[in-house]
């Protein structure tokens, strides 16, 4: 009775997906049937046909992780466009960055976390690299709970389905040299003690949301960290994923160089053991040696191609970094604007205008779209630490269904889809999301999408009177 009791419960689990085609992780197939069970992909069945119980969808492909996001920062998009006479051209972005941030609730934090969260999984992204800084109260001084803030973050990521890969952040000096933090840093600020206090909260609140949900860390960058306490950071937490930023502006070059006596990325390569565990977020300014060591370490380079075209960072060596086999996956970072088509093709233009050329981001011959989309799905899952990025059997069911029967797509061909979406449609060709099998986003609109939003504009009334 008992044997028969689990495999009725085991059937009852099983979620079959039937779609008129999929991009597999070895290659186009047609009329396939994807079952998938605890948030898993169990089998994979070509040339099908549907069953009554099946969701049908028109085309699978695997969905993308975005690997670096600030979500409170989603709250300001629009308000920092204005460019002020005197002032350096970052200083409206940041002294709005810095008014905000003291005046966000827990409350604020969790509301913005849930509509961000919701907005990547209805742009077809199926899980978050959650890069958490605002630890504290307004002045510094911790909740009662050191995890209230991280806590909040779960709870949005527990409210909208996504997979989250929580990253608390280590920030603990105001710039290179370490410089004391500035007032609008006061929330961010720990030592590295006290950070891994914050840490072990972070993972007693991740445990209670669903197996495919993890913790990593985040030392910021090099500026805001030092030498001596990254190693002892990395001393204590040698599983899991390790993002920080880098080499994202030349004055964070020029600092870090003056300070430590070499370039970003060559210093934390020199010394630090960087692995396919690690996502350097950015990599902008880099040398042609730095481009080359960095692919060859297996780190993958966390690219925000919005935010970086927003913020003028500027552009990413993408020719050299993917001739060298380096690994890539895409980010949203201050969320200005969450797409992920915008984000994919926003990579390639930024290429394209740089070198005056047609076709950039794909080594020899072949579909720009399918090295992009593919390589940010296949490097996005190893950058949160998901056994996720393409459909087979045995990795998470991280997937999302496109309708290529939208006008955008309608005239391609099988092999054109990825280019299709990649350069010629919108966020809105985008049907259903599942995050390891949470079916979360159905006929183009996440499943809690009222509620959240409804919530969303709360928090902004109240976040608004409070400026
Ligand atoms: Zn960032």
């Known amino acids: 009775a008992l044997v028969c009791f689990m495999s009725i419960h085991k059937n009852e689990d099983l979620q079959m997906i039937f779609a008129k085609q999929a991009k597999l992780s070895t290659g ?40 670096h996001s600030h979500s409170f920062q989603r709250a300001m998009a629009g308000m920092t466009e204005y460019r002020m006479a005197g002032k350096d051209s970052f200083w409206t972005w940041r002294d709005l960055m810095y008014r905000f941030t003291a005046n966000l609730t827990p409350e604020h934090i969790e509301a913005i976390a849930a509509f961000v969260f919701l907005e990547m999984q209805e742009a077809g992204y199926a899980s978050v690299g959650e890069f958490h800084y605002l630890h504290h109260q307004a002045g510094g001084t911790p909740y009662a709970d050191l995890g209230e803030l991280s806590g909040r973050i779960a709870a949005a990521a527990a409210t909208t389905g996504i997979g989250l890969t929580h990253l608390p952040v280590l920030y603990t000096y105001g710039g290179a040299g370490q410089a004391p933090l500035q007032d609008g840093q006061a929330r961010f600020g720990n030592s590295v003690d006290r950070f891994n206090d914050l ?32 190693k002892a950071v990395l001393a204590a937490h040698t599983a899991g994923p390790v993002h920080i930023h880098i080499a994202e502006q030349p004055k964070e070059v020029a600092d870090i160089s003056a300070w430590l006596g070499a370039r970003p990325v060559d210093w934390l390569l020199a010394n630090a053991e960087v692995t396919i565990n690690w996502s350097l977020i950015h990599a902008t300014h880099m040398t042609a040696d730095e481009t080359l060591k960095m692919a060859k370490s297996g780190a993958v380079a966390g690219l925000c191609p919005v935010t970086e075209a927003n913020l003028g960072d500027g ?15 895409v980010g949203s970072d201050s969320n200005v604007l969450i797409s992920l088509t915008e984000e994919l093709r926003t ?41 996720a990025g393409e459909i087979a059997v045995g990795e998470l069911a991280d997937i999302v269904a496109i309708d290529s029967a939208a006008p955008s797509m309608c005239a391609l061909r099988q092999d054109q889809i990825l280019d299709g979406l990649v350069f010629a449609a919108k966020d809105d060709v985008v049907t259903d999301v599942w995050s390891a099998g949470r079916h979360a986003v159905q006929s183009g609109r996440h499943v809690k999408r009222d509620d959240i939003v409804a919530a969303y504009k709360l928090a902004m009334q109240s976040l608004m009177a409070s400026l």
């Open 347 to 387: 990579l390639e233009y930024s290429q394209r205008l740089r070198d005056v050329a047609r076709n950039v981001m794909v080594v020899g011959e072949g579909s720009v779209g399918d090295t992009i989309y593919t390589g940010a799905a296949k490097g996005g899952a190893q950058a949160l630490g998901r056994g």
């Open 28 to 67: 186009w197939a047609s009329n396939v049937r994807v079952t998938h069970a605890d948030g898993r992909i169990t089998d994979i069945a070509p040339n099908q046909t549907p069953d009554a119980h099946d969701t049908c969808v028109d085309t699978l492909l695997p969905a993308l992780a975005n690997l």
């Open 199 to 230: 840490v072990a909260k972070a993972r007693d609140v991740v445990a209670h949301l669903p197996a495919d949900c993890r913790v990593g860390i985040a030392p910021h960058s090099l500026r805001a960290t030092s030498p001596d306490d990254l």
């Open 315 to 329: 552009p990413f060596n993408g020719p050299s970094y993917l001739e060298a086999g380096g690994a890539f996956g």
